[in-house]
């Protein structure tokens, strides 16, 4: 099987996530060991801590009680859940600054597939220290970034040197990065498969590379095959962003309803031009147009929609003149009513579907 080496894949991680937003909403607990989770009175267990508190032992899913026992100064705080997902909104949008391919994981973590992308010069490695800097910025938090051509690297690297940290795994550095790998640090290697492997020899992926594929299946059935490309450094699966766009507008609200068509037809120059702007990035990316369509509202606040099938890759394929005859069309169903809104705008589609890649839409 040949992989494509030229994908370009981000991972982030948020630093003890939780703990983190906590300390940050209050600085005395800076420097202090912090965890937040259930209390021990009543069996809790902990969800995460700072790294001060990981030096005494303590780790997620470890007894609250058995935590304070390891690190008695241990400062253990409820959970504010909406908090944190509040927070992980904001890290979200600072992605989505960044590609709209984006694939959340958990509240703190996401893939981002940033192939296609042109900012920072199309370096992935700028682009994910661009965005550790503007959550530090803006959250007042750090995370840590990994940048690989595949999602299991990627997710590797961002581990690599946590907290703080970015780690870039280059193409022509996949091969002595894996040799030396330990196969417990591949996805789906839990403690059970690793001590299997070691039973049979196997410690790091050099080893692993040893094993013949039919061994693989007769000890790891169909996990087998993947175990021997993952032992090879290679990882297909796609970057799956939850939500794709699906249109494209901008609209403007006139301080003054427009009298007629000639003023809608006027006021259609500056919306395309915005539109084109925006427009620019998402076909960077690799999404296409395949509608365009005018929406005027009334100044009875009805409003309706005209629009056509049409399919283009660049907003060179975009006329003023296109947007002019729906906005006709629209206007007409108006029946001379007075405009106070127009928007325009253009239906997206993600070629990227096109690769066969099965790609599953949430
Ligand atoms: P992680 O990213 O696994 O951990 P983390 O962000 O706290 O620490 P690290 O610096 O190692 O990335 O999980 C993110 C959040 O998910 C974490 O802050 C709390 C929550 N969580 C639980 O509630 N229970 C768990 O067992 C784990 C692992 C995490
Ligand atoms: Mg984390």
Redesign the pocket.
């Known amino acids: 099987m040949h992989e494509s080496q030229d994908r370009k894949i981000i991972h982030i ?8 937003v906590e300390i940050r909403e209050n600085p005395k607990l800076v420097g202090r060991p912090v965890a ?2 259930g209390s021990p009175e009543r069996r809790g ?5 700072n ?1 001060e508190a990981r030096q005494f032992g303590v780790h ?2 470890m007894a609250s009680a058995k935590a304070l026992q390891l690190c008695p100064g241990l400062i253990i705080l409820k ?1 504010r859940m909406s908090l ?1 997902q509040q927070v992980s909104q904001q890290l979200r949008m600072i992605f989505f600054e960044y590609t709209d391919r984006v694939e959340p994981l ?4 996401a893939y981002l597939d940033v192939s296609l992308s042109q900012l920072c010069r199309g370096s992935a490695t700028l682009i994910a220290q661009a965005i550790r800097q503007k959550v530090w910025e803006r959250e007042q938090l750090t995370v ?1 970034a990994g940048v690989a051509p595949n999602k299991f690297l990627a997710k590797i690297a961002s ?1 690599w040197q ?2 703080d940290g970015l780690f870039v795994i280059s193409p022509e550095q996949i091969n002595d990065f894996i040799l030396k790998l330990p196969v417990a640090k591949l996805p789906g290697v839990g403690k059970v498969t690793a001590k299997k492997m070691h039973q049979l020899g196997v410690a790091s992926c050099e080893d692993l590379q040893q094993v013949s594929t039919a061994k693989l299946k007769q000890h790891f059935g169909v996990f087998g095959e993947r175990l021997y490309l993952l032992a090879r450094g290679i990882d297909q699966r796609p970057v799956q962003p939850l939500r794709r766009r699906k249109s494209l507008s901008v609209e403007h609200t006139f301080s003054q309803d427009l009298p007629d068509l000639a003023a809608v037809q006027q006021s259609m120059p500056s919306l395309y031009e915005a539109l084109c702007k925006r427009l620019e990035r998402s076909l960077d990316e690799g999404y296409e147009m395949n509608k365009r369509f005018v929406k005027l509202k009334f100044s009875d606040f009805t409003q309706t929609t005209y629009e056509e099938r049409w399919l283009a890759h660049d907003t060179s394929q975009l006329s003023v003149a296109a947007f002019q005859s729906l906005a006709e069309y629209a206007f007409k169903r108006g029946e001379g009513k007075a405009v106070r809104l127009i928007g325009i705008g253009v239906g997206l589609r993600d070629r990227s579907q096109d690769c066969g890649e099965q790609l599953v839409l949430f």
Not at 13 to 20: E, G, H, L, T
Not at 106 to 109: C, G, V
């Open positions: 991680d948020a630093d003890c996530f939780f703990a983190a937040v989770g267990v902990i969800a995460t801590c790294y997620s899913a959970p944190y958990s509240l703190d973590e840590s581990d946590k907290p």
